[in-house]
């Protein structure tokens, strides 16, 4: 003869039941990243703290400056520096705290708040340049990052650049296409994913980071003076791969001076494919 439950067992019951659907919520959530959502999607995507956090990447600054002049150099550099900072700061917030929150924590505690430095942070590199020279406009629309939850591209708020978040940004680009607007070229920040850099390794980690940077401008100066030419490949063909070609090389030396004293970073040769912003 069956017995009825005391309160507290079906109290206990009903605890482990939830915590089966939540465990079994995340397994669908985890088996869909891994199955490969697709990056881009016509609606934005909120983001959410999931069962792995994933990171957060922001629109590359540095690459997007006119000349700076000398007098603005310091100011700027430090200010750059600074948005790096912002960054790991939002990113080590994003790991201590998954779990937390409703479905719009992450944008409303991480990337807004991480957004607002940002914009402050770019306008003064912008006054900066502009005490000597014209000041450069548009910067603010860098200001937004995104969630690259677990592969798939949960746009954070705002617009953001394609590469291994709001596209992705990990490595596989979109198709770019010369076309009469040719927009610009955007790749995955590398410093703001590498683990401490040793004193010894700095001033070459350095140099290579500041390549990286040259490397973009180059391909974006090239794709501005090509429009039009070339079939539907010729950007990915001619620009976008010789500059991936070139940022795997110099990525591995960052790698490399790392590894000399510490650990070698692994995995950072995801961040070589960069992708077109039309």
Do not use: H, W
């Amino acid at each position: 003869m069956s017995r009825a439950l005391p309160k507290y067992n079906k109290r206990r019951v009903a605890v482990i039941g939830g915590a089966a659907a939540v465990a079994l919520s995340g397994a669908v959530i985890a088996g869909s990243a891994l199955a490969g959502t697709p990056a881009r999607s016509g609606a934005t995507t909120q983001a959410r703290t999931l069962s792995g956090p994933g990171t957060i990447t922001c629109p590359d600054v540095a690459s997007r400056l006119p000349a700076v002049p000398a007098s603005a150099k310091a100011e700027v550099d430090r200010n750059l520096t600074l948005l790096q900072t912002q960054i790991q700061e939002a990113d080590k917030r994003l790991q201590t705290t998954v779990g937390q929150g409703g479905p719009n924590f992450v944008n409303n505690a991480i990337l807004g708040p991480l957004k607002d430095k940002r914009v402050s942070t770019i306008d003064r590199i912008a006054t900066a340049i502009g005490r000597t020279t014209t000041k450069p406009t548009g910067l603010d629309t860098l200001a937004a990052c995104t969630l690259n939850a677990g592969g798939t591209g949960a746009a954070g708020g705002g617009a953001a650049t394609p590469s291994a978040t709001a596209t992705r940004q990990s490595g596989a680009g979109t198709t770019a296409a010369g076309a009469a607007g040719a927009g610009t070229i955007t790749c995955p920040d590398v410093a703001s994913r590498l683990p401490a850099v040793p004193a010894s390794a700095k001033a070459e980690v350095d140099r290579n980071l500041t390549l990286l940077q040259t490397q973009i401008q180059e391909a974006d100066k090239r794709l501005q003076t090509t429009v039009g030419q070339g079939g539907p490949n010729f950007v990915n063909n001619a620009i976008l791969g010789p500059l991936k070609d070139k940022r795997v090389s110099t990525i591995d030396r960052i790698a490399t001076a790392i590894g000399r004293t510490t650990t070698k970073p692994t995995g950072l040769d995801t961040l070589a494919a960069c992708t077109l912003d039309k």
